[in-house]
């Protein structure tokens, strides 16, 4: 069992950058996959970016590649989404998410993910 909480939502105005965390409870967050999602009003919940249990290996939706960057820390069980050159079109409540043992890379569908926070909301104005 893992359980996830998200911080760092806020207010940013267009351009800024903000970073979110994502704690994890359990003492095996190092051998999960973990993805960053996010859902806009009205609309589905979208992928965001991923990164391997390795570490090392990244990928990230093509609407925030090279603006956004994911990391980990698996000694203070956190992942993070540092998130560049905001948009408006990137308010949404984002979402972190373990993906499921086993599941292929890059676990980019929502039905990959077996645990998820409960979410942050980012709001970009223009």
């Known amino acids: 069992q893992v359980q996830l909480v998200e911080s760092g939502g806020g207010l940013v105005q267009a351009g800024g950058s903000l970073r979110l965390s994502c704690a994890a409870s359990g003492r095996t967050f190092s051998t999960y996959t973990m993805a960053w999602f996010r859902q806009a009003p009205g609309k589905e919940r979208d992928f965001v970016a991923t990164i391997h249990w390795n570490t090392v290996s990244t990928y990230y939706a093509d609407s925030v590649k090279g603006r956004f960057t994911i990391s980990r820390d698996n000694a203070k069980n956190t992942v993070y989404l540092q998130m560049n050159t905001l948009k408006p079109e990137d308010t949404a409540v984002y979402y972190c998410?373990?993906?499921?043992?086993?599941?292929?890379?890059?676990?980019?569908?929502?039905?990959?993910?077996?645990?998820w926070g409960k979410g942050t909301l980012v709001t970009v104005s223009s």
């Open positions: 998410a373990a993906a499921g043992q086993g599941s292929n890379w890059p676990p980019t569908n929502y039905y990959a993910m077996a645990y």
